[in-house]
């Protein structure tokens, strides 16, 4: 018996259904791409390994999918080097070519190989899936959507007060109220790290200070410590811990907090822009708070950093983020282009959205109607009908086979097709409805009118 085909771990299959609802997220999130100014674009599938690698850090790189060379892969490898089992080295002459991780380091690469084609500021979105070779959980998976908004080659920061309006705009017409727009920046992280004594330890502090609210104050403390930050620098740190208030009010106890720090004092003044214009222009449904626990993405980060969490009391983590990156570039050779940019988590998004029956029951619509098929003849007049209702935009079949009509009922049903065409004379059309059991002889005009 031949064995039963599976997908790999962290894969999945879209029925109808999925596909639908995944779908009705990207359009609302393309429509207010399009609203604010963004452009499509798309970027291969793969890139070139040296395109990906060492861009995401040492953790980034092991999660890359690899491609082997098409062909003998192995066999321009000295037999000496195969031996030796050094996997690094024998990667890089077996491999050339890797899955995308994600989309931001393929549109640096795109932004330097086109920058003669390209007007500054450059403002893009691009919906495609990505893939990590990461252990899978929910809500994370290894090939999964990415739905980036980014603008290069502005420092403003009026890019980062549109990017939360944008966050808040596609939520709310997802009908996702009570989601928290969070935002810090990586200068006041700086800053703290500068005035507790702890520069050169930065990312330890910033990686342990962002599992304060999963492990708790002595938690982090406990972290920090082993990570040789000193109980002085703790000491000066405990502001942190019980940082509450609001944004203004933890402005306030930054300013004095960092009253030391060049670095710190003009994160707080880039911070102090972002949120007064946000509040000052409103939000629709979305709140915003300071929360000087973020740290992620440091690696490129070097202003504003966001994320989004799901509205109270459901069980998900981050369904957004980004921030600011002043020379994402550069890695590229192409210097001085600061940047901006968000991602929606699609994947997440459509949990949430499921968990809390946000999507329209209309999503899901289907085929409104089907004709029986009892013969050629009746078939023909049917597909007749079947163009007009197209031409109105009616989701309608035929079914395709003159089987007997119980079989044809029973495939509507099992559709969740609601209504049923059995016959066609005289220009009328014997319309029942599966849901009521109700049926009537209509006009086509009556037809078009009662499928609308």
């Not at 740190?237 to 030391?260: R, W």
């Not at 109105?392 to 086979?401: A, C, M, S």
């Amino acid at each position: 018996m031949a064995q039963k085909p599976s997908i790999p771990k962290g894969t999945r299959d879209f029925s109808p259904i999925e596909v639908a609802k995944r779908n009705y997220i990207i359009a609302i999130m393309r429509n207010h791409f399009e609203k604010f100014g963004y452009q499509p674009i798309e970027t291969p599938s793969f890139e070139n390994s040296d395109t990906l690698m060492g861009k995401y850090g040492e953790e980034g790189d092991r999660l890359i999918f690899k491609i082997l060379n098409s062909g003998d892969f192995l066999d321009k490898i000295p037999t000496e080097e195969l031996q030796e089992i050094n996997y690094k080295k024998l990667t890089g002459k077996i491999s050339e070519k890797a899955l995308r991780y994600d989309l931001t380091v393929p549109f640096a690469r795109y932004v330097v190989q086109h920058q003669g084609e390209i007007e500054f500021p450059f403002k893009r979105y691009q919906i495609q899936p990505v893939w990590r070779a990461d252990r899978p959980q929910k809500g994370r998976f290894r090939e999964f959507y990415q739905c980036d908004a980014d603008v290069v080659g502005s420092t403003s920061l009026w890019q980062e007060v549109e990017l939360i309006q944008l966050y808040d705009a596609v939520f709310a017409a997802l009908g996702l109220n009570g989601v928290t727009i969070k935002i810090n920046n990586r200068k006041i992280l700086s800053g703290i790290a500068e005035v507790i004594g702890a520069s050169d330890k930065l990312i330890d502090f910033t990686v342990a200070l962002d599992k304060l609210d999963k492990i708790g104050e002595e938690g982090v403390k406990k972290e920090m410590l082993e990570k040789g930050i000193s109980g002085d620098a703790l000491m000066k740190v405990q502001p942190l811990f019980q940082f509450d208030g609001s944004i203004q009010e933890k402005i306030g106890k930054l300013s004095l907090l960092l009253a030391t720090s060049e670095e710190g004092q003009k994160g707080i003044q880039e911070m102090q822009f972002v949120c007064d214009k946000v509040l000052q222009l409103g939000l629709i449904k979305a709140n915003l708070d300071l929360d000087v626990t973020l740290a992620r993405g440091l690696n490129y980060y070097t202003g504003t950093i966001i994320e989004v969490a799901a509205p109270a009391g459901v069980a998900m983590g981050s369904i957004g983020g980004g921030g600011r990156y002043d020379d994402l570039t550069g890695i590229f050779g192409l210097k001085n282009m600061s940047g901006v940019g968000v991602s929606f988590g699609l994947d997440r998004i459509y949990l949430v959205l499921d968990e809390l029956n946000l999507f329209p029951e209309t999503v899901t619509n289907g085929t409104q109607v089907l004709f029986l098929n009892f013969d050629e003849a009746a078939a023909f007049e049917a597909m007749k009908a079947i163009q007009q209702l197209r031409n109105q935009n009616i989701k309608v079949e035929l079914y395709p086979d003159a089987a007997k009509i119980d079989k044809q009922f029973k495939h509507a049903e099992r559709r969740g097709i609601p209504f049923v065409v059995k016959e066609i004379l005289n220009e009328e059309f014997t319309l029942k409805n599966l849901i009521s059991g109700e049926q009537k002889k209509v006009t086509m005009k009556e037809l078009v009118t009662i499928l609308q």
